[in-house]
């Protein structure tokens, strides 16, 4: 109860707070979707922004405004170059050493184990493994699964953290190596967060170690590690161009932080939409039409038209899962 908001009211007024500082800038950026959409030929309806036209347009104004070329940009991020850089800026944050264990016993071939030690006493702290790429039937997002907490067990001995980070990043292909997007990358320093936070754990008992903290604080070292993302330094020593192995120029890396920001008020309504969503269906009585419903507030809060005679709801996997 510790983390509850006590009342519905308390939510609606925060999701209600937000939205209204909000909804002006997805407007503006809704016309400015619009205004491209209005620009192509081959479209009829240029005065709605349909849930399948965002992703492009949006694509659209990066690369129009902020000259962002993902297809170009990866080429700089090959999957090893970047990762090493990621474990050199971890190293130096954290005064910590990272040596990955050879042949280890893992639940698929290519999955990596690594073991962590505090880089002045050479004190062993932990271990990560990483599952870096898709196949069938393996869990299809982004996450880290912490698989040992910390703990110091009744006779004064140590329990050191292992975790996992679980990700479907591109495959090496014959041609080319994994190549990111920036957005990939992005990816990458936030669960590698979440794994940092595990294996830096001290904590005295298991129920408090790792992300096991106040609610508010486990996103917390994710969101830190995503700054390197924007940082010109961390985005030299963390880029090599898998031909040339020349790093991100200075211009793409002022255009990579110019669009940090770009698209954020749509972004963040849509994550509003679903929460004055989730708070309609556990706090209205009676029945509910659901597809309708979902279909009015995204159209409402998100400024975004959804899919006609769809009900979004049954895809909604944080609710319905």
């Known amino acids: 109860d510790i983390r509850m908001a006590k ?26 979707l619009k205004k491209y959409k209005s620009e192509n030929p081959y479209e009829t309806e240029s005065d709605k922004i349909y849930s399948w036209d ?9 690369e129009t405004e902020y000259q962002i070329d993902e297809t170009l ?3 700089y991020f090959p999957f090893d170059v970047t990762f090493n850089g990621l474990l050199d800026i971890i190293q130096e944050t954290f005064g910590l050493k990272f040596e990955e264990q050879q042949n280890p016993e893992v639940w698929y071939h290519d999955v990596r184990l690594y073991n962590v030690f505090d880089a002045d006493s050479s004190a062993f702290v932990g271990q ?20 040992q907490p910390h703990y110091f067990k009744s006779d004064g001995t140590e329990q050191h953290p292992v975790s996992a980070m679980v990700c479907n990043f591109p495959k090496p292909t014959a041609n080319a190596p994994s190549l990111l997007k920036h957005s990939d990358v992005v990816t990458l320093f936030h669960e590698f ?6 294996f830096t754990s001290k904590a005295k008992y298991a129920r408090f170690s790792g992300t096991s903290v106040e609610r508010d604080f486990v996103e917390m070292p994710s969101q830190f590690m995503e700054n390197y993302c924007y940082e010109a330094e961390a985005l030299k020593r963390m880029s090599k161009h898998y031909k040339t192995g020349e790093p991100l120029p200075d211009d793409l890396i002022e255009k990579i932080i110019a669009a940090k920001n770009a698209g954020v008020a749509l972004f963040n309504l849509r994550q509003l939409f679903f929460g004055f969503f989730d708070m309609e269906c556990h706090t209205r009585k009676g029945k509910i039409d659901s597809g309708e419903l979902y279909s009015r507030l995204r159209k409402e809060i998100s400024l975004v038209e959804g899919n006609p005679n769809t009900n979004g709801a ?5 609710l319905m899962g």
């Open 54 to 62: 965002y992703l492009y347009y949006d694509r659209v104004v990066n």
């Open 73 to 75: 940009i990866k080429d």
């Open 314 to 318: 049954a895809s909604f996997g944080h």
């Open 193 to 198: 967060g979440h794994l940092a936070h595990g």
């Open 128 to 147: 990560f493994y990483l599952d870096l790429f898709p196949r069938e039937g393996k869990y299809g997002h982004f996450a880290a699964f912490p698989l």
């Open 7 to 32: 009342n519905k009211e308390n939510v609606l007024n925060f999701l209600t707070d937000l939205r209204n500082r909000l909804t002006a800038g997805g407007l503006n950026e809704i016309e400015k």
